[in-house]
């Protein structure tokens, strides 16, 4: 049975528990209660362990301090990130707009959390951050009224309750310690994930072959229609032995479309197929190619008379050629032969010429800003191209995805879009590593002994508790209320205003100023906190209906 399916059943299941124990009132005392479909189980033990925990006070202290200004960092980091955002969504198309389901970072609904690493990652990440929460209370003299665990059909994660009325009466650099300690420690708890999976656990992965991994194939394409699929690991071809995906680049066929013989490991096994080679035509663009017929999945056999034997010549004769004259041109598609009775990579005679456009003309029309000079003695066709019709990647590839998860950083910027390419492995289809991209690693080293599934579910669960931690750490450092951003903000706007209020000089009292009230200060900081959490909430709502009315 599909996974997401029985999560839908079991969740069915439960929230008809939940309204028939509502009906029969099994819940709503003081210990059980309903908080939505979430079943809110409340005690009083687990109080002796805050207040064993919060007894070095001076260690708390310290932390708190430091968690204010991870929290000051994360906002400022987040904000930033919504604002470009914000100007992107002019670039992405409506179609590629994200789907309702993707504000919702709930493992089941979400479709790039998977279930079981999501429940992990969540639990754990709402356990640390209620906890942080918790003991600062109690370092504050703040009294918990309450700890206990959420329930989803499993326990979600924790809560504790300190009383409201203390944390209003308290000071301003304790309350906000208190709030920023929640966000500041998920975010250390995903940095010491990150750095166990990558310094420990991830460079015990090795690629159990040498080759190129294919990592895309083309529409129409050879690999397409002879049983090629992704994760595959291309070893040999013609009994020469593939290292990386330089080597697949770098092939040449003496005649285009002729069965070679590939070898390739997939899921464990080595095997063999025929398969025709030569440079195959990956996606057609406005211009010359689209005109001519030229399709993807196609293979170029000869230009203007110059047999196509690899993707290096075929640049070359491109640019080479003379552009807004009629060339000859043959390319072999797939199709059923009559002769041989079969189906394969035939000539397609209704393609017998093209007229290549400069390359300055393609990128005034539709590129301008990357538009140079020397273009304009450079023919153009517009297309893209690769062996076999396939995107590969070096073998060892997602190893390195995970034990250098930035790259190589020579400069602030690589290790942004290092971090931001970290972040985005779910969307790319990069985590939860299983088979059959788990079947071309093993592990060596000390962890040798780990059996495969077992290794991967290890690296699986450290990167879910990592991004679950600093996808919840850095929300809730927003500044809005009602997350514990929102707080602390008003917190230190409150203390920054007491900081700077003066006594009234001699012009003040000349022009009749009078400095503000205590209600009047207070007043002004929430309208300030209110029109902040107004502009955060536009922010994350406008990723989604952006696209829909101002994309491309």
């Known amino acids: 049975m599909d996974g997401y399916l029985l999560a839908l059943i079991i969740l069915v299941v439960w929230i008809a528990i939940v309204l028939v124990g509502h009906r029969f009132k099994f819940w709503g005392n003081k210990n059980v209660s309903l908080y939505g479909p979430l079943l809110m189980i409340k005690t009083q033990r687990g109080k002796e362990f805050l207040n064993r925990m919060a007894r070095p006070t001076r260690f708390w202290g310290a932390y708190g301090r430091i968690s204010i200004w991870i929290c000051i960092a994360s906002m400022a980091l987040l904000m930033f990130l919504l604002v470009w955002e914000a100007f992107l969504i002019f670039r992405i198309p409506a179609s590629a707009a994200p789907s309702p389901e993707m504000a919702l970072a709930l493992p ?58 203390e944390i209003k009466k308290t000071t301003p650099h304790k309350r906000g310690r208190l709030y920023a300690a929640g966000p500041a420690t998920n975010v250390i708890l995903g940095l010491i994930c990150l750095f166990l999976l990558a310094s420990l656990i991830a460079p015990a992965a090795k690629p159990i072959s040498e080759g190129a991994i294919i990592a895309g194939i083309g529409d129409e394409s ?46 464990g096994e080595q095997s063999e197929i025929e ?4 440079v195959v035509i990956t996606g057609v663009l406005e211009g010359p190619a689209f005109n001519a017929g030229i399709k993807p999945g196609m293979i170029i056999e000869s230009l203007n008379g110059t047999i196509i034997h690899n993707t290096t010549q075929f640049r070359t004769v491109i640019e080479n050629e003379t552009h807004n004259n009629s060339i000859n041109i043959t390319v072999l598609s797939y199709s059923y032969d009559f002769l041989t009775d079969e189906y394969g990579f035939f000539r397609n005679d209704s393609i017998i010429n093209i007229t290549l456009t ?28 690769a062996i076999f019709g396939v995107r590969t990647v070096d073998s060892d590839y997602v190893s390195k995805i995970y034990n250098e998860p930035f790259g190589q950083i020579n400069e602030p910027a690589d290790f942004f879009s290092g971090s931001l390419r970290l972040i985005a492995l779910p969307f790319l289809g990069l985590t939860p590593i299983e088979s059959p991209i788990s079947d071309l ?23 879910w508790i990592f991004w679950m931690n600093l996808l919840l750490g850095l929300f809730n450092a927003l500044p809005a209320i009602p997350l514990d951003g929102g707080y602390v903000l008003k917190d230190l706007l409150k203390v920054t205003a007491m900081r700077l209020k003066k006594a009234p000089t001699g012009l003040d009292r000349v022009i009749g100023k009078k400095p503000f009230t205590e209600d009047q200060l207070d007043r002004l900081i929430s309208t300030i906190v209110i029109v902040a959490s107004l502009i955060v909430f536009f922010l994350i709502i406008w990723q989604f209906i952006g696209p829909r009315f101002f994309g491309t």
């Open 108 to 165: 089941g609904i979400n479709p790039i959390i998977p279930l079981w690493y999501g429940i992990i990652g969540i639990a754990i990440a709402v356990f640390v951050h209620e906890i942080a929460h918790g003991i600062m209370s109690r370092v504050a003299r703040i009294k918990v009224e309450s700890m206990g665990l959420l329930f989803l059909v499993i326990p979600m994660g924790a809560f504790v309750e300190p009383n409201e009325n």
């Open 222 to 267: 050879p690999a397409s229609y002879y049983g090629l699929g992704i994760w595959c690991e291309i070893t040999s071809v013609d009994g020469n032995g593939i290292g990386n995906a330089k080597d697949i680049e770098n092939l040449s066929f003496e005649e285009p479309g002729k069965p070679v013989i590939m070898g390739y490991l997939y899921r």
């Open 275 to 278: 398969i025709p080679g030569g």
């Open 358 to 385: 400069t390359k300055w003309l393609y990128y005034y029309k539709y590129n301008p800003n990357e538009n140079k000079e020397d273009f304009k003695n450079v023919s153009y066709m517009g297309v893209t191209s």
């Open 441 to 463: 690693y093993e592990p060596t080293g000390a962890l040798s002994f780990l059996p495969n599934d077992i290794y991967w579910g290890i690296i699986n669960c450290l990167y």
